[in-house]
């Protein structure tokens, strides 16, 4: 089977994106989809991204598996890649256009901007250990500033939903930590029963943070939008930042705006296409 696609990125979180529109169902496994991440037998990327038609009261389905082939809720910077890539599907780059879209983790919105970026009304934060899930004071309303046995040490970690989960902890000096050793032990620790995404933050400034992820089902990428909203989240709660946050990733910056009108996250940033291909499958 011949497959089309097209690879964007935003800020190094790169992405294979599937024209789906013509079935309900993604048209390709999440072991195929984990075998055309591969960065040496494949096209290479953090994950595949299928645009589905819309569901409900939406224009757009949106569905990803991550690189391991594990499926997410929601993904940040995917969902700025999938509507450029919607946009030049339909021909309709008009500025301001923006896009009702379902996902596992309800309607999200992004708008194409006039200076070319995406902004995206990502929905409220999810805070009750339930939801994250955690089973982190799990008696409690919120997992704030609680300390977790990770590797061999004590962290104090916040956890935070948005639509997928984020383990954060506020650090001295976000490029000391090994995240090739710890991510993992925080991805798979018992308390997060469907894993983690884990975000280690250092604070500039209260309105500049530096981030660096361990993504769940992905390892180290270069940036990761959910964790950016989810660790403004967890910077207010712990009164560590504003709620408008530039978040610094090693990929590049995107601008979090955590709305205390509406409790919404807004986040903002780019998203290009790299280069448009055919991949073929071999029946095995
Ligand atoms: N890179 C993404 C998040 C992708 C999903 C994540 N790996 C998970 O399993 O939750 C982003 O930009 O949000």
Sequence with gaps: ????????????????????????????????ASKMCDRHFGIGADGVIFALPGKEDTEYTMRIYNSDGSEPEMCGNGIRCLAKFIADL???????????????????????TEDGNVRVDMGEPQLSPAQIP?????????????????GDRTWSVTA?????????TFVEDSDRIDLEKIGPLFEHHSVF???????????????????????????????????ACATVVAGVLNNKCDRSCTVELPGGCLQ?????????????????????????????
């Design 1 to 32: 089977m011949v497959i089309e696609f097209s690879k964007y990125q935003g800020l190094g979180n790169d992405f294979i994106l599937i024209d789906n529109l013509h079935s309900t169902d993604p048209i390709i496994t999440p072991q195929e």
């Design 90 to 112: 339909s021909g309709n780059t008009e500025v301001n256009k923006s896009y009702r879209i379902h996902t596992l983790a309800g309607v999200i919105i992004p708008k194409l």
């Design 134 to 150: 955690t089973t982190l004071n799990s008696q409690g309303d919120k997992v704030v500033d609680q300390s977790l046995e990770v």
């Design 193 to 227: 029963p469907q894993r983690t995404n884990t975000e280690f933050i250092q604070v500039v400034k209260s309105d500049y943070l530096k981030m660096r992820v361990w993504e769940r089902g992905a390892g180290i990428t270069l940036a990761c939008g959910t964790g």
């Design 160 to 168: 935070v939903s948005m639509g997928n989960p984020h383990c954060i």
């Design 256 to 284: 979090i705006d955590w709305s205390a009108m509406d409790n919404r996250v807004y986040m903002t940033g780019p998203a290009t296409e790299v280069f448009k291909g055919k991949y073929l499958t071999i029946a095995e």
